[in-house]
């Protein structure tokens, strides 16, 4: 019998060493990679051998506890050092997903006030980021809960990149609500956006929702305004990768447009994010939107398929403004309109 998807972990904490699906071999293979060193979390995040801003949050968490684990420092202050290198290179790595920074600070915040001398603080290090990786599935399934109630029996559901287990320690956030409310037993299916240039939705949504059983279809993205004013989508719900404290929701590239299209056509917009996902402190223009390399745009899986010589523009995120949201749907409720004005009423303290 076949195990569901999101009980599978895409990043977890085994014997002292970091392992991860290496979703970069996704769809045609499922491959776990493990690392032992902090620099080696470091890049698999920035080659995406993890992505998604909840399953990063907790990579670099458990980067920062390698760097610990692995620290010859025989004082507090040495090992404290030592843990921040690893701590500012880890954050070097992506700059638009807040659950990256939030993972840190919170390990970091842990080794600071762990009591004792090297080994305690070591210790309460390395707990604290696998706890953290277990909460996150739990907060995820709370978020599927509270957005359940939104999707229909029999609604058609577009998503863009990839919002599920992949994308986080497991179970998902956007893909999350889709598994809640089948498992409340509403018959779901979904729109997948191929999602250039790296085919997140193409590669691994629609992977999990096969392997899951879902109904789903692929279409390409250039196709999501056809099937919106054909009437076949009757919800859209995205993830987030940072959502600032006026309401703006940044989230991969393409999810603007898809947000303008649905609001054309009259279709509810919900984003889907845990409470990591937040960023209380910065407003939308203090947000700083990823360029990632050209070559993700002028090739195809590894085939050139533009001239050589084009210049190439590839911005990894981009951002859609509260007035295109209908309502935010996070663990700790559902937070509605005025989006901006109720994101800290209702998220509080990250």
Known sequence: MREDFFTL???????????????????????????????EVADAIRRMVVRGAPAIGVAAA????????????????????????????????????????WGIDRVMAAARTARGGTDRLVRATVSTAVEMAEEDVETNRRLGKVGEPL???????????????LATVGYGTALGVVRAARDAGKCVKVIVNETRPALQGARLTAFELVRDGFHCTLISDTAVGHM??????????????RITKDGYVFNKIGTYQVAVLANRHGIPFYPAAPHSTFDLERTHDRVVIEERAAEEVFQVRGKRVAPKGIPVANPAFDETPPELVTAIVSDRGLIGRPIGENVAAVIGTP
């Open 9 to 39: 972990r895409t990043v977890l904490w085994d014997e002292g060493k970091v392992r991860m699906i290496d979703q970069t071999l996704l769809p045609q293979r499922l491959v776990y990679r493990e690392f032992g060193r902090w620099e």
């Open 62 to 101: 458990m980067g920062v506890a390698l760097a610990a684990q692995g620290s010859r420092e025989s004082t507090r202050d040495g090992l404290l050092k030592d843990m921040e290198r690893a701590a500012s290179g880890l954050r070097s790595t992506r700059p638009t997903a807040v659950n990256l920074f």
């Open 151 to 165: 999707i229909d029996d029999g609604d058609v559901v577009m998503t863009q990149c990839n919002a599920g287990a």
């Open 228 to 241: 919106m004013s054909k009437g076949r989508v009757d919800k859209v719900i995205v993830g987030a990768d």
